[in-house]
């Protein structure tokens, strides 16, 4: 999908983590199910987990999961569900579900976005999670500023973390690229244009598609390696004409079944 023609190409490209630069099924998404599955002993799915994610307020998968184990009759305290998570995430001898995750935009890709912007992070993650990530995959090089969730006072959707990175900078000429509900208000609230990515098919675009349409989303990506195509022959930054973003589409969310 390509962006409109008369959005320069940012300045600043702001990324989220999960479900962006990094495929989570197997990691975050997997573990989230198997905490649910373990305190509760119910089969619960990746279409319900995608119910949770499209309401404000559970970017955070402990939380989330605190949240769902309740709702399923389940009377247990946040920190035991966190220790549980986890538990899962990493494994006794790191051979958790952490392994399982899969960095998505290479370092060539990388690379070639680093010449025209500049690249940075703001996630959810806490600082163990991301290290173990960049490292691994030897892409820490790339990001000039990186905000963690344990370097701001309220997570997302506030947009703390936006707007340390911008420092003062025109939130125009940046993008913040995000996968949920509260990364599309978070950049909303620090009036940074936003684009969505969301896998070609599955529960996270039907359910999640319209919303962020109608949060402002400049489009909707089936993929992170897209991104720079998707402004193939836009104006590059310094240019003069002025920045637009298209009306959203007017489709509402999608009801979220799953009681809090």
């Known amino acids: 999908m390509k962006i409109h023609s008369a959005v320069k190409f940012p300045s600043v490209i702001i990324f989220d983590v999960d479900g962006v630069l990094v495929d989570t099924r197997g990691s975050f998404q997997k573990t989230t199910l198997e905490t649910v ?14 119910r949770w994610k499209n309401i404000s307020g559970y970017n955070d998968d402990w939380k989330l999961s605190t949240a769902w184990v309740r709702s399923l009759g389940g009377n247990f305290e946040y920190e035991e569900v ?42 959810g993650r806490v600082w163990k999670e991301l290290d173990y990530t960049l490292d691994r995959n030897k892409v820490r090089e790339f990001f000039k500023r990186i905000v963690t969730v344990q370097e701001v006072k309220l997570p997302k959707p506030d947009p703390e ?16 690229i995000g996968d949920n509900v509260d990364d599309a208000l978070a950049a909303q609230a620090a009036q940074i244009p936003f684009v969505g990515v969301l896998p070609r098919r599955g529960a996270e675009r039907r359910q999640r598609m319209g919303r962020l349409r109608e949060l402002g989303a400049l489009a909707i990506l089936p993929d992170i390696n897209y991104l720079e195509g998707a402004w193939k022959g836009v104006q590059r930054p310094g240019s003069t004409a002025s920045s637009h973003r298209p009306s959203p589409r007017t489709s509402g969310p999608p009801k979220a079944s799953t009681k809090r």
């Open 161 to 176: 973390g936006l707007l340390k990175i911008l420092n003062g900078r025109d939130a125009s000429d940046a993008v913040y």
């Open 37 to 50: 599955r373990f305190f509760t002993g119910k089969r619960v799915t990746s279409t319900e987990l995608h």
């Open 82 to 123: 966190k220790r549980k998570f986890v538990e899962l995430y990493w494994g006794k001898n790191d051979d958790g579900n952490a392994r399982r995750e899969k960095w998505l935009l290479p370092r060539a890709s990388l690379r070639s976005l680093a010449k025209k912007s500049e690249l940075a992070i703001f996630t």
